[in-house]
């Protein structure tokens, strides 16, 4: 356990092109931790983490375009990818064989997220439609209708009962899943909202947008309860802690920084990548942070427990 942020780990070209998208996942059969990264190269990559290290476990071929969003169910098991070529593709982690592609339209899917229960896939359109793919049947269940711009964020609040998605616009809509009703509008940003995460106990909402901010807001209420400043241009990703202490973001400026959910201040800043840092997570412990970007590089921190 380590009493202060550092970096613990570099892998550098780890892919052939921008990485756009990591996650990071455990599995529930045998604890073992998988990150998974994609790429403008149009490859998904599947890595072990074990003894403080990545290893090359998979490179999943499929994908005509680059890679956009990816996300791994929430027992371990499997992955899901989007791409410019508006596929989705389901992975087995186990294999490394693809399981399911789901034609989600011209030019239609760009994030995408597994439902908590791991039984959907949702995803943003260009329509600025949620569409919720199901795992099992690989094919579109429903939509909720943002009537809105271009969706390029989404995500399941932890408990199953809200979906968020961020327009290119800077509209934020909060859904009620069970009955499909758009609950919330937020208008805190007046650009794109490139990523946005709920604490794990589902009360906030975190927003990151081109506008450099990061807002938070109170979900039951749709009130903003703060806005973050600290990053020198476009927020790019953000990420919860398991702990519901602290989350992460990161930016074009190069940076990843860390914020105390409590006091809302910034308590760490990595300066590690060379280009813009398009994608961050936490581990399920939240003892590690993974960070990803233009530079091509995948980066593991190490934060104090």
């Given at each position: 356990m380590s009493t202060q942020y550092s970096i613990l780990f570099k892998q550098e070209h780890a892919h052939d092109d921008a990485i756009w998208t990591a996650a990071w996942g455990k599995s529930e059969s045998d604890g073992s931790e998988t990150i998974i990264t994609g790429s403008l190269d149009d490859m998904v990559k599947v890595w072990k983490w074990s003894d403080e290290k990545l290893e090359l476990q998979w490179t999943l071929e499929g994908h005509q375009l680059g890679v956009v969003s990816v996300d791994i169910s929430h027992n371990?098991?499997?992955?899901a990818s989007s791409s410019l070529d508006a596929h989705i593709r389901v992975w087995d982690l186990d294999?490394?064989?693809?399981?399911?592609?789901?034609?989600?339209?011209?030019?239609?899917?760009?994030?995408?997220?597994?439902?908590?229960?791991?039984k959907h896939i949702a995803t943003g359109s260009h329509h600025g439609k949620v569409n919720i793919f199901g795992v099992e049947s690989g094919k579109k269940e429903y939509s909720l209708d943002t009537r809105g711009k271009f969706i390029l964020?989404?995500?399941?609040?932890?408990?199953?009962?809200?979906?968020?998605?961020?327009?290119?616009?800077g509209i934020i809509n909060i859904f009620d899943i069970a009955t499909g009703k758009l609950l919330h509008t937020?208008?805190?940003?007046?650009?794109?909202?490139?990523?946005?995460?709920?604490?794990?106990?589902?009360?906030?909402?975190v927003t990151a947008s081109d506008d450099g901010y990061i807002k938070i807001?109170?979900?039951?209420?749709?009130?903003?309860?703060?806005?973050?400043?600290?990053h020198g241009s476009?927020?790019?990703?953000?990420?919860?802690?398991?702990?519901?202490?602290?989350?992460v973001s990161s930016s074009s400026d190069k940076s990843v920084k860390v914020w105390d959910a409590g006091t809302r201040?910034?308590?760490?800043?990595?300066?590690?990548?060379?280009?813009?840092?398009?994608?961050?997570?936490?581990?399920s412990k939240g003892s590690k942070i993974i960070s990803a970007g233009d530079d091509r590089a995948i980066h593991i921190y190490d934060c104090p427990m």
């Open positions: 371990g098991a499997i992955a294999s490394g064989k693809p399981i399911k592609s789901m034609d989600a339209g011209p030019v239609d899917a760009w994030s995408v997220a597994f439902s908590p229960d791991s964020s989404i995500a399941y609040s932890p408990d199953g009962k809200y979906l968020a998605s961020g327009a290119i616009d937020l208008e805190g940003h007046a650009m794109p909202i490139r990523s946005l995460t709920f604490s794990p106990d589902s009360q906030l909402l807001y109170d979900v039951q209420h749709a009130n903003l309860a703060a806005t973050l400043s600290g476009w927020v790019l990703n953000v990420a919860f802690s398991p702990d519901n202490t602290h989350f201040a910034c308590i760490n800043t990595f300066f590690d990548h060379q280009d813009q840092v398009w994608s961050v997570k936490y581990n």
